[in-house]
């Protein structure tokens, strides 16, 4: 079977070993993609049927005439899409766009909003183009389709071509989806959405050195770079705006559609038809192996070729039979003559591309009897059982290569070009949830909360008055630190998936506009590389800490909680944008697991509210919106915590709307009586200790006494 590459559709076969994966984590989505087998309708029911008719009779002109026909009214086959990629990434919106309609109109437009709402695989005719089908997928990463059984869910086996739709900065999650595409020999377009949203970001963090153009090349270097790494292929990649369709590579996204995917059935009509063709074939061959076994295991058929010759009786013999294979699989002279001149080619031409026609012709340097001899693997008695046997897999061999090679079937097209290999059939490193679940609980096996509220010097104090049994002086030691509490550190982790607008809200937090001196460092594409403290102007003695973003192909989420450090912080805040995530909840409940207090912010509340207004400008409400968003977030909070912690709204770039005022006041008033539960929290391991080790001592001591 031929493994074929077409241009320009990011779908190549890569012989890059995949990297070696941790034994212990599961498998990515729950199932292992070896257990799919991908589906197409490319080909109808009543073409399969007539060309396993026609193989089964050995009518391989009939069969190449179907084929060649079904080519040329390929325009009329299905085509399904899927359109896939985290939750609130913009699928839903990039299918009405593609269609030409508004979220707020009837009929065909797919449901988007502010919260998650696609909640099944919903298909929707490509108007622009008959007989495709745009499927909308639900988001993955959401709660409410969790991974471990993704792709069964999505009948991920049944669409022939993906467009991933992502947001932000590039994810695990959609190294992981390309990783699958790519794994099942399907081609996909990667499109980044909310374009002009990563523009007003980048504008507004540095409007002196903006440049529009640089910007997007960026942008679209760091995403092609990433997806060539990730599968050694370089798929085509779209920055578009879903609501200004005239801009950026909107255009250039739906006139490639348009015209590619006319050639990419050709490609799958291709790459299908050998599922069909080779169960027949490869049945007729085993048919005609098992006749020729019975008939050489009958006393008449012990005697031998001699091994240093062929007589002429023998010659006309194998020649009888080697004609008699070919007649039973149509690829007798008279047959390739008449597929010749129905593919528009000479019986040369088609010849050169086969090998049965050419097993008993003469050869320059070697005699007839030494070339069948090398077809032979072990030359001793029945020779004949050999060569028949190296005979009907040569001609079964040929009828393949002829129903595989498109350039063969029909002359006008360009020839496919053959990979050199085929797609790993390895499994997929594991994804987001699977990865967060583990390394989450791998790391609280060995969890020791560590804090700092409480000094190196007092916490001797109270263990060298507790082990002389001093109690007072123990009791004054901790008044003592009680009453400078407010000068004690406090360490602050601000926390998230890539792209959040982490290092900006830190930024707003501390009243430093994003490209002064010693601001965090932004931009559209990932910044913080590592852990980095950042003093608080108006609290004294609190760091905030920007931690990188977690789900990036560079801070894959695997040790992510101990690459961090998470047991040296006193507080968090969970920053997230668009819909409310499944790595947020694992956040939210490893925060709560430490029995460390946190806040949940949604950032970016300015783009949702706009999106909103252009995206249903008839129904818009912005405090019901508002709404909407904070309810959806304290319900996922409440569902994973059975707790609601406090829920603030915000916009990084105008700290005055929205609940940035109130966000800050809660920390100035808060903070305070939060470092004293610490002090609290802190004291009780600290004496508890002392006082276990002295109990221990004493029963030591007993244990040992005579």
């Known amino acids: 079977m031929y493994h074929q590459h ?20 599961p498998s990515s989505f729950g199932t292992n993609l070896q257990n799919f087998k991908m589906e197409t309708k490319i080909l109808s029911q009543e073409l399969i049927a007539l060309i396993q008719s026609s193989l089964e009779n050995g009518n391989l002109r009939e069969t190449v005439s179907a084929i060649s026909s079904a080519l040329g009214d390929i325009e009329k086959a299905p085509l399904n899409i899927a359109v896939m990629g985290e939750t609130g990434a913009g699928k839903s919106s990039l299918i009405n766009a593609l269609q030409g309609v508004r979220a707020d109109e009837g009929g065909a437009a797919a449901s988007s909003g502010v919260v998650y709402t696609t909640t099944e695989r919903t298909p929707y005719a490509y108007t622009k183009f008959p007989s495709v089908t745009l499927w909308d997928l639900p988001g993955t990463g959401s709660t409410a389709f969790p991974s471990h059984d993704y792709l069964k869910k999505i009948k991920f086996e049944e669409y022939d071509f993906f467009i991933i739709v992502s947001s932000g900065r590039f994810k695990h999650n959609d190294a992981e989806l390309a990783k699958a595409i790519v ?26 050195r903006f440049n529009k153009e640089n910007i997007l090349e960026q942008i679209r270097n760091t995403i092609s770079s990433i997806l060539k790494e990730v599968t050694h292929q370089e798929p085509q990649v779209f920055l578009v705006s879903n609501f200004d369709v005239s801009d950026f590579d909107f255009p250039k996204l739906e006139s490639t559609l348009l015209s590619e995917l006319p050639a990419y059935k050709q490609r799958m009509f291709m790459l299908t038809l050998p599922t069909v063709t080779d169960s027949i074939i490869d049945r007729k061959r085993d048919i005609l192996k098992q006749k020729i076994w019975k008939e050489s295991i009958m006393p008449r058929a012990w005697a031998t070729i001699p091994f240093r010759a062929l007589t002429q009786n023998d010659i006309e013999m194998l020649e009888q039979t080697l004609n008699d294979y070919r007649s039973s699989f149509g690829l007798d002279e008279a047959s390739l003559g008449n597929i010749a001149e129905d593919l528009n080619m000479t ?55 002829i129903l595989s090679k498109e350039e063969l079937l029909r002359e006008k097209h360009p020839p496919w070009h053959t990979a050199t290999s085929k797609p790993s059939c390895s499994r997929p490193s594991p994804l987001m949830a699977q990865l967060l679940a583990f390394s989450f609980e791998k790391f609280f096996k060995n969890f020791k909360k560590e804090s700092k509220i409480l000094s190196e010097e007092t916490i001797t104090l109270i263990e060298s008055h507790l082990e002389g049994k001093n109690l007072q002086g123990a009791l004054s030691a901790i008044t003592h630190a009680l009453r400078n509490v407010d000068k004690a550190p406090l360490n602050i982790a601000v926390t998230g998936e890539t792209g959040t607008g982490k290092s900006s809200f830190i930024n707003a937090l501390r009243g430093v506009r994003d490209e002064e001196e010693g601001a965090a460092k932004t931009g559209v594409v990932e910044t913080t590389m590592q852990r980095t403290p950042y003093p608080h102007p108006k609290l004294p003695n609190v760091t905030i800490w920007d931690l990188p973003g977690i789900g990036t192909t560079t801070f894959p989420p695997q040790n992510y909680l101990m690459e961090m450090k998470f047991d040296e912080y006193d507080f968090f805040i969970i920053i997230s944008a668009t819909r409310f995530k499944e790595i947020d909840a694992h956040l939210a409940k490893a925060i709560a697991k430490m029995d460390t207090k946190f806040y949940f912010v949604r950032t970016k509340i300015d783009q949702d509210v706009s999106n909103e207004q252009r995206n249903k400008h008839k129904s818009f409400n912005r405090d019901s919106v508002l709404k909407k968003i904070r309810e959806d977030c304290s319900g996922h909070l409440q569902k994973v915590l059975s707790s609601q912690p406090p829920v603030f709204l915000v916009s990084n770039f105008d700290v005055s709307d929205f609940d940035f005022p109130k966000l800050e006041t809660t920390l100035l008033s808060e903070l305070p009586g939060h470092k004293r539960h610490i002090f609290m929290m802190s004291l009780h391991s600290v004496t508890e200790t002392a006082i276990d080790r002295k109990r221990d001592f004493l029963k030591q001591k007993i244990w040992l006494r005579p």
């Not at 241009?7 to 984590?25: A, V």
């Not at 794994?183 to 963090?205: C, G, P, W």
């Open 6 to 25: 077409f241009p320009g559709m990011g779908q190549t076969s890569s012989s890059t070993t995949p990297p070696k994966e941790d034994p212990d984590l």
């Open 183 to 208: 794994q099942m020999n399907r081609s996909f377009y990667f499109v980044r959405t909310h374009t002009e949203l990563d523009l007003i970001v980048a504008k507004l963090s540095d409007h002196r």
């Open 347 to 401: 019986l040369e031409e088609l010849k050169e591309n086969i090998e049965s026609p050419h097993l008993l012709s003469d050869e320059p340097d070697i005699s007839l009897t030494e070339k069948l001899l090398k077809y032979i693997r072990n030359p001793y008695f029945s020779k004949f059982f050999h060569l028949q046997n190296y005979f009907i897999d040569t001609v079964a061999s040929d009828v393949k290569i």
